[in-house]
């Protein structure tokens, strides 16, 4: 039971602080000015990222139902799936594969017709519709932290 506690903890807090990290350290350092040589560069890097723990996000939530359905199993004797973290997990996932497979992937087609995407001017129809969707992912990313946060939260209550 130890071991399943574990990955399901593990998970939640890979994929949580992950976001985490990348919203509050990757993306500021990266476009932080002089770091890089270039915005272009900086987008470049945050958005290879962000694909990365796109990934590992679906693959954390998988892992976390599993683990938290097969614990509430062991010790209530039933699966639960409708409990509040699983539920809370699932709408997760559903948020992240909209932003991977619906902004993130018209976003990178955008940036690479951009080229260089600063020197596009701003009423430029591309540049308007990067930039829309650019605030779509932010407000994703965000609502994906937070609740990832309520599912910690739920979850520390649960074993305490």
């Known amino acids: 039971m130890p071991i399943i506690r574990f990955f ?20 500021p350092t990266a476009f932080h000015p002089g770091f890089l040589p270039s915005r272009h560069l900086a987008g470049a890097v945050v958005g290879q990222s962000l694909n990365k723990l796109h990934w590992l996000g679906l693959f954390c939530g998988v892992v976390f139902l599993v683990t938290s359905s097969v614990e509430s199993r062991i010790i209530e004797g039933v699966f639960a799936p409708f409990a509040a973290r699983n539920v809370l997990i699932c709408l997760m996932i559903l948020l992240t594969l909209v932003s991977m497979f619906a902004i993130s992937t018209r976003m990178f087609t955008l940036r690479n017709e951009m080229v ?36 910690i939260f739920l979850t520390a209550r649960r074993l305490s």
């Open 8 to 27: 399901t903890l593990l998970s939640l807090v890979l994929w949580v602080g992950g976001i985490a990290f990348l919203a509050f350290i990757l993306a």
């Open 116 to 151: 260089v995407i600063d020197s596009v001017p701003l009423d430029d129809p591309r540049r308007v519709e990067f930039d829309r969707l650019h605030i779509w992912s932010t407000r994703i990313e965000s609502t994906v932290l937070l609740l990832g946060l309520a599912v």
